[in-house]
Structures are given as C-alpha cells and as structure tokens.
C-alpha cells in the first residue's frame, strides 16, 4: 500500500515560486568549490581567480591555521559534543574569548556559532515587547530578523540618516520607552561606513544604546585591525565603545563563527538569555584553535592590512581609468551596480569564462532595481590579477551592452570625499 502522499497544494505553490524565481533571473544554485577556498581556486572544475570571498586578508588557506586547527583535533577529537552550557566549552574556547578581550580591550567576549546566531540571540535577549529598536534601513538581514524575533517595536530609519535615527530616539526616551539603535559598521552590499561617531553621540543626547556588528570591519579597519570602532575614533575624542559589539570570525580570520564583546553584565546576562546560544552545539575546539591563529597573524603583521589597501586602490585607480562607474567605498566591498538581475548574471557569466569567479548579487539581498556585482579585494591578490579583473570587467560590460554604466568621461571618479583609511586612526 503507497504511503500518503506530499499535500498536493503546497508543492504546487513552491514549484510555482520556483518557476517565477527563474523567470524573474533571482533563482539561485550552488557551485562547489574544490580545495581551499583562497583566492586561486576551483569552480566546479574550472580554475578561477576568486573576487567575491570575505577573506580579505588572506588567511582562509594559510596553512598556519591548518596546522593550529590540526592540533586542536589531535587534542580535542572534532565536536564539542554539548552545548556550552552542559559539556561543551572547551578551552580553546576559553582561550579565544580570552584573547578577543584583551585584542579589543573589552572587558568580556561570549563565542556563537555565527554571525546569524549572535545577532539573533543578542536582540531577542536585550529587547522586550515595550522596548524600541532603531535601525538601518540596509542592516544585515540577520539584525532585521532579530528585531522582528525580539516583538519589539522596530523602526527603520532611512540609510545614513541621521536625522531619522535622532526623532526614533527622542520620541522613545520621551515616551518612557528603552531604546537600542543597532547598524551594521561595514555594510556588506555597498561596502560604506556608518558614521558611528554622530550615532554615538545622538545615543548619549537621547539616552539610548548603541549596537554595532562589525563583521566586515574586524581585522582590516583601523590601525591595529581592531575594526570600524578604532577607525572612527580620534585621539583627541575617542569613540566610546557601545552596549553591543558583534564581529565575526569567518570574514577577515578566515576561520568561522562570531562573537559579541562588551561589559560583563552584558556577557553574564547573554549566557543565561541568548537562546541561540544556550541551546546550541559549541563549535568545534580546532576552529577556535584556527581563530587564535589568525588572531595573532593579524596582530602580527599589519603588512597584510597594507596590502589590501594597496590592492583596494589599485582596483579603483584602475576602475576610475576605464570609466567604469564605481561606487565611493574604500573598503575591501566593491560593488557595481548594474540594475537589472539578467545585466548581473550576464557580466557575471562572462567574468566565469574569462576565469573570474564574481557572484550576482540580486534581490532581496539588494533592494531590484539595484543588481550587481559584489567585487571584493583580498590581501593576497596580484596586481596582475586585479589589472586581469578590470579588462574582463571592461570588456563584458561591452558585451552585455552596458555603456550607460560608464562614466560620461573616461578617467571621472565617483570616489567620495570622506576618504576612510585603512590603516591609520582617523
């Protein structure tokens, strides 16, 4: 006798989403990658030179966190086995935590699996239903899931206004109402700054609390690598740090998972109520043995962070030479914005056969209307391999009859006046 069988309506309804994805070029599909995932390397069995990975300085296939994380299994087995709570804080994690306090000069680090899993413990643990959160309209979608999980009430203020963030504020410490403003530092589709100091300091006007998650600032941004926060800080105002700071271990230390830093209420109050981290597996010891190596190779050699400045200018410096009609961030993000998903999928198809491996970006990643090609800069590229980039681009733009996303006069930059630096304290 056959088992019953799938409820008719519901596959109906996905295959029929399914089929508007495809028809709309927003559906997605995976291509597997062969070996370490570094900048050279094997797409579905094509050699490439990877643009689109968040390993910005490098270290994703440095065979020092290899052979860190090889210890680590010869010590420790492969899985934590428990939650952190029941058996499952090894100390390497211990160690780790220990380490990113004292990089970061915070009093505690609590260690999450991921990025996602921070954002959501830490929003739905700090927020109740009468409480107020004031967000970046282009947040991460892990701090707009958050938000919602948390019932309180979220309010998103347009992308960098200001004005926006201060009358959320205002109106809830007027109304009686606790309110936490939370921004991604590096936004990860358009590779921008928030400015953290002026929302630090409409926080302190309004009585409000600051989030930051800084997962594409940590390790590359400021002077030390401490991120977007040391940055933005000047001498002579330093930039208080705020109630949450979220950063991930996946990005700039080529490893994995993520970790918030702040007070030790904060930590003790997330290890009894962050419910993405109590009721989860700890990460496995070998990946936070891999972290602490980076950790220290970042604390070791700023000359990678002097690399990938260098390498984030010559790609501009030679986009601006092309026409090609960049963007103004001076972060390792670079995105070309082409419009419409097929323009995307096009360029990014021809980039593939010429051996660059730059994925589509298309909505609801990105607002439609707003395609691109999420170009991303490593330490460890070539200039011939960025130099090789610009021609393909160049000439797939040709190809995909593109002309109206270069520039009016070759050789125009978009570049914007508020030039951040990488390496050095602003």
Same mark, same amino acid.
């Given at each position: 006798?056959?088992?019953?069988?799938?409820?008719?309506?519901?596959?109906?309804?996905?295959?029929?989403?399914? @089929?508007?994805?495809?028809?709309?070029?927003?559906?997605?599909?995976?291509?597997?990658?062969?070996?370490?995932?570094?900048?050279?390397?094997?797409?579905?069995? @094509?050699?490439?030179?990877?643009?689109?990975?968040?390993?910005?300085?490098?270290?994703?296939?440095?065979?020092?966190?290899?052979?860190?994380?090889?210890?680590?299994?010869?010590?420790?087995?492969?899985?934590?086995?428990?939650?952190?709570?029941?058996?499952?804080?090894?100390?390497?994690?211990?160690?780790?935590?220990?380490?990113?306090?004292?990089?970061?000069?915070? %009093?505690?680090?609590?260690?999450?699996?991921?990025?996602?899993?921070?954002?959501?413990?830490?929003?739905?643990?700090?927020?109740?239903?009468?409480?107020?959160?004031?967000?970046?309209?282009?947040?991460?979608?892990?701090?707009?899931?958050?938000?919602?999980?948390?019932?309180?009430?979220?309010?998103?203020?347009?992308?960098?206004?200001?004005?926006?963030?201060?009358?959320?504020?205002?109106?809830?410490?007027?109304?009686?109402?606790?309110?936490?403003?939370?921004?991604?530092?590096?936004?990860?589709?358009?590779?921008?700054?928030?400015?953290?100091?002026?929302?630090?300091?409409?926080?302190?006007?309004?009585?409000?609390?600051?989030?930051?998650?800084?997962?594409?600032?940590?390790?590359?941004?400021?002077?030390?690598?401490?991120?977007?926060?040391?940055?933005?800080?000047? %001498?002579?105002?330093?930039?208080?740090?705020?109630?949450?700071?979220?950063?991930?271990?996946?990005?700039?230390?080529?490893?994995?998972?993520?970790?918030?830093?702040?007070?030790?209420?904060?930590?003790?109050?997330?290890?009894?109520?962050?419910?993405?981290?109590?009721?989860?597996?700890?990460?496995?010891?070998?990946?936070?043995?891999?972290?602490?190596?980076?950790?220290?190779?970042?604390?070791?050699?700023?000359?990678?962070?002097?690399?990938?400045?260098?390498?984030?200018?010559?790609?501009?410096?030679?986009?601006?030479?092309?026409?090609?009609?960049?963007?103004?961030?001076?972060?390792?993000?670079?995105?070309?914005?082409?419009?419409?998903?097929?323009?995307?999928?096009?360029?990014?198809?021809?980039?593939?056969?010429?051996?660059?491996?730059?994925?589509?970006?298309?909505?609801?990643?990105?607002?439609?209307?707003?395609?691109?090609?999420?170009?991303?800069?490593?330490?460890?590229?070539?200039?011939?391999?960025?130099?090789?980039?610009?021609?393909?681009?160049?000439?797939?733009?040709?190809?995909?009859?593109?002309?109206?996303?270069?520039?009016?006069? @070759?050789?125009?930059?978009?570049?914007?006046?508020?030039?951040?630096?990488?390496?050095?304290?602003?």
């Amino acid at each position: 006798m056959d088992g019953p069988t799938p409820h008719p309506g519901l596959e109906q309804r996905l295959a029929a989403e399914l @089929k508007q994805l495809r028809a709309e070029d927003l559906y997605r599909v995976r291509r597997a990658v062969e070996g370490g995932h570094g900048v050279a390397l094997t797409v579905q069995g @094509k050699p490439c030179i990877n643009f689109c990975s968040n390993d910005y300085l490098g270290l994703a296939a440095d065979p020092r966190l290899a052979e860190a994380a090889k210890r680590a299994l010869d010590a420790s087995g492969t899985g934590s086995g428990a939650s952190a709570l029941v058996s499952g804080y090894n100390r390497e994690h211990a160690r780790l935590e220990e380490e990113l306090a004292e990089f970061l000069q915070r %009093p505690r680090v609590l260690l999450f699996s991921t990025g996602w899993a921070a954002n959501l413990g830490v929003l739905r643990a700090l927020l109740r239903r009468d409480d107020v959160l004031v967000a970046d309209e282009l947040n991460h979608a892990s701090l707009i899931d958050g938000g919602r999980l948390s019932g309180a009430e979220c309010v998103r203020v347009p992308h960098g206004n200001l004005g926006g963030f201060g009358r959320a504020l205002r109106e809830a410490r007027d109304a009686g109402r606790q309110a936490l403003l939370v921004t991604d530092a590096v936004f990860s589709m358009d590779g921008d700054l928030a400015d953290l100091p002026a929302l630090s300091t409409l926080c302190e006007a309004y009585e409000g609390n600051l989030m930051v998650d800084d997962a594409h600032g940590f390790g590359v941004l400021g002077e030390r690598g401490q991120g977007s926060l040391d940055l933005l800080s000047h %001498p002579a105002a330093p930039l208080p740090p705020p109630l949450v700071h979220v950063a991930t271990l996946g990005k700039s230390l080529g490893a994995a998972g993520a970790f918030v830093a702040g007070s030790d209420t904060l930590i003790e109050y997330l290890i009894q109520r962050a419910r993405s981290w109590v009721f989860s597996t700890a990460p496995p010891p070998a990946i936070a043995a891999a972290a602490r190596a980076a950790l220290r190779i970042v604390q070791a050699e700023p000359q990678r962070r002097e690399a990938l400045h260098a390498n984030i200018h010559r790609f501009r410096s030679g986009a601006a030479q092309l026409g090609l009609n960049l963007s103004s961030s001076e972060t390792p993000i670079q995105p070309l914005v082409l419009g419409a998903a097929e323009r995307a999928l096009s360029l990014s198809r021809h980039l593939y056969e010429q051996g660059y491996w730059v994925a589509a970006i298309r909505p609801p990643t990105v607002p439609r209307g707003t395609s691109r090609l999420r170009i991303t800069l490593s330490a460890a590229h070539t200039s011939g391999q960025i130099d090789g980039l610009l021609e393909a681009l160049a000439d797939g733009l040709r190809q995909v009859n593109s002309d109206q996303w270069l520039v009016a006069s @070759k050789g125009e930059t978009t570049a914007s006046t508020n030039h951040w630096p990488l390496t050095t304290s602003h």
